[in-house]
């Protein structure tokens, strides 16, 4: 740090910190250090070894008004050669994008035609060829050069290479001409350095590779969810479809034949049609309506299935034989999968234990995770006891479970007791159910949705485990882009008395019944209840009912949906009274989508 301050004098104000950042794909990430660690000098080492090195200033330290004065100044050769200060043991040199550094036995220095000599000869410039103007020493990659010297060149940088994301530097571009020198390089976007390492240098290799790994793994971590899941959606084929006959009484079923039908492919779009109760069919296409409110139902199913125990937003895998024989499990892991990239809502009533197993492999239950409350009970008796006699007294209930669980020893202290606990948490919530786990996992791995969420855990994290996050009429107003007649028009007059009615709608249902209510407006328009984590495609609009233009032999009284493109649409009341009676009605007795 001191090196570059030195090399840059002036133009680093003091005020300016320095950041050092490494690559990792196409962005710059600063060093996840473990606890207690500080990125010293022999992390350095250790870490970036033969990569390259980025320093990142605080600020923007030129502007385009005095780059043309000041970069040409700042880069060339010859200004900054004498600023460098050579000591015996090495030597730096910062050119724009570069930083050389030296080993011991022999040092470079720049020249002022732009090559390099050895501080042994003053009159050497030449490179392993014998021609003037470069450095001598093997090459390697990004062109680093080793042996006894370390160079780190790039002077068209970064054509292509990751950027650090200022947008004041001109390192990154060079003003449209490739042929132009580095005299006109901004330093602003970062420089290399490259410590010289042999190439056989590797020391605590596994610490290098732990480090880069975190680093890694933080920038995955924070890439947004829906940018993830459009992605996967992405290589769905619209061509073709995969139909799927359902009856809201019996989803789960429906949703099973569907699934294991030998033309399932859930790389084609879902086309869903609903049949009620006496069998008819529901008249309408599957543009995504349909779809959604088949997916909304089939997680809430799944939620209160008995492939599953525990609280109500926090539950874990319950051991059900018939659902292991009939491969449910699997189904349901695929179920969700699907939800996610089709653009239905997440499972969001897993529990944190669940979560860590799917993300890590392990997870440390704790004693509310047991869903059986009679064996709730007794485990709490054994890890309230005070004294050895009480904790074999509270065992005693628990022998031949103990003996299945593989938990039956000998308690020699009272120091036993949390081990004992521990171990009965254990078997209970995750190692009984090791078989069922397997099967959702593998059902998870459809579209490629359970590597997603192993890569970027924070992220799908909300999906899974329950966060409260209430729907406000706010949200709900701000998700339908409202659709005028032309300014002006009568139609656009009536219109404009509508839109308010609409807000105070939601701003009442949200005082007088809180979110439910505003789910129930927002599945009688869309098919779901809550914001797929996907988005919703088309955007919700609200639209108007104009009786001559929809052939109406009369005027309409009550909203209608289209939960295929999203839209509800408003009947054109002078009277909110009577325009909340008519939305209130048609809430209360829509049954299936799109209907009112």
């Known amino acids: 740090m001191e090196r570059i301050r030195d090399s840059f004098g002036e133009h680093i104000p003091e005020d300016v910190s320095l950041q050092f950042l490494m690559a990792c794909g196409n962005k710059l990430v600063s060093p996840k250090l473990q606890e207690g660690q500080e990125l010293n000098g022999m992390l350095i080492h250790k870490v970036f070894k033969t990569k390259g090195l980025y320093v990142r200033p605080s600020r923007i330290l030129l502007t385009d008004s005095d780059e043309e004065n000041e970069c040409s100044h700042?880069?060339?050769?010859?200004?900054?050669?004498?600023?460098?200060?050579?000591?015996?043991?090495?030597?730096?040199?910062?050119?724009?994008?570069?930083?050389?550094?030296?080993?011991?036995?022999?040092?470079?220095?720049?020249?002022?035609?732009?090559?390099?000599?050895?501080?042994?000869?003053?009159?050497?410039?030449?490179?392993?060829?014998?021609?003037?103007?470069?450095?001598?020493?093997?090459?390697?990659?990004?062109?680093?050069?080793h042996a006894n010297s370390s160079v780190v060149e790039r002077p068209t940088a970064m054509q292509g290479s990751g950027t650090s994301g200022h947008d004041g530097g001109c390192l990154a571009r060079n003003y449209g001409n490739p042929g132009t020198s580095s005299h006109n390089e901004d330093y602003s976007s970062y420089l290399t350095l490259m410590a010289a390492l042999p190439d056989d240098y590797s020391d605590d290799e596994e610490l290098n590779q732990a480090i880069i790994a975190s680093m890694e793994s933080q920038t995955a971590e924070n890439a947004p969810v829906q940018e993830i899941l459009l992605e996967l959606s992405s290589k769905i084929s619209t061509k073709q479809q995969c139909k799927f006959n359902i009856n809201r009484s019996a989803v789960w079923d429906g949703a099973v034949r569907g699934f294991q039908r030998v033309s399932y492919d859930p790389n084609l779009m879902i086309t869903v049609k609903f049949s009620d109760d006496m069998g008819r069919n529901e008249e309408g296409i599957d543009l995504g309506g349909p779809r959604r409110e088949f997916l909304r139902l089939l997680m809430e199913t799944m939620a209160r299935s008995p492939m599953f125990e525990g609280n109500e937003n926090s539950k874990n895998f319950a051991l059900d034989s018939a659902a292991l024989r009939e491969d449910r499990y699997y189904t349901a892991g695929r179920a969700i999968a699907v939800s996610l990239v089709h653009g239905g809502p997440p499972p969001n009533f897993l529990s944190p234990t669940v979560y860590s197993l799917l993300v890590n492999g392990s997870a440390k239950p704790v004693l509310e995770d047991i869903a059986d409350m009679e064996l709730l009970e007794k485990v709490k008796k054994v890890s309230e006891s005070t004294t050895l006699e009480e904790l074999e007294m509270s065992k005693a209930p628990l022998l031949d479970y103990l003996a299945n669980a593989g938990c039956l020893r000998p308690m020699q202290s009272i120091r036993d007791r949390d081990l004992l606990v521990d171990d009965i948490v254990m078997f209970q919530v995750i190692h009984r159910v090791h078989g069922p786990f397997q099967r959702f996992c593998e059902g998870l791995k459809t579209l490629g949705v359970l590597e997603k969420i192993q890569r970027h855990p924070e992220s799908f994290r909300p999906l899974f485990c329950y966060e409260p996050s209430p729907l406000t009429a706010d949200q709900v107003d701000d998700i339908f882009s409202i659709w005028l007649s032309p300014e002006g028009s009568n139609k656009r007059a009536a219109e404009e008395i509508v839109v308010p009615f609409w807000r105070d709608y939601l701003q009442d249902a949200e005082e007088e019944e809180g979110p439910s209510k505003l789910q129930k407006i927002l599945s009688f328009a869309t098919g779901a209840s809550v914001l797929p984590p996907i988005g919703f495609s088309p955007t919700p609009s609200v639209q108007f009912i104009h009786k001559e233009d929809d052939d109406f032999s009369s005027t309409p009284m009550f909203p209608m949906a289209n939960t295929c493109v999203n839209c509800i649409k408003l009947p054109l009341h002078v009277s909110y009274q009577l325009f909340k009676e008519k939305f209130d009605f048609a809430l209360g007795n829509t049954y299936g989508f799109g209907r009112a």
């Open 74 to 145: 700042i880069t060339t050769r010859s200004t900054l050669s004498s600023c460098v200060t050579v000591k015996d043991d090495d030597c730096l040199e910062v050119d724009g994008p570069q930083i050389y550094t030296g080993r011991p036995s022999t040092t470079n220095v720049a020249t002022s035609d732009g090559g390099m000599r050895s501080k042994d000869d003053p009159t050497s410039s030449h490179d392993g060829d014998g021609n003037p103007g470069t450095s001598s020493g093997d090459e390697h990659g990004y062109g680093i050069k």
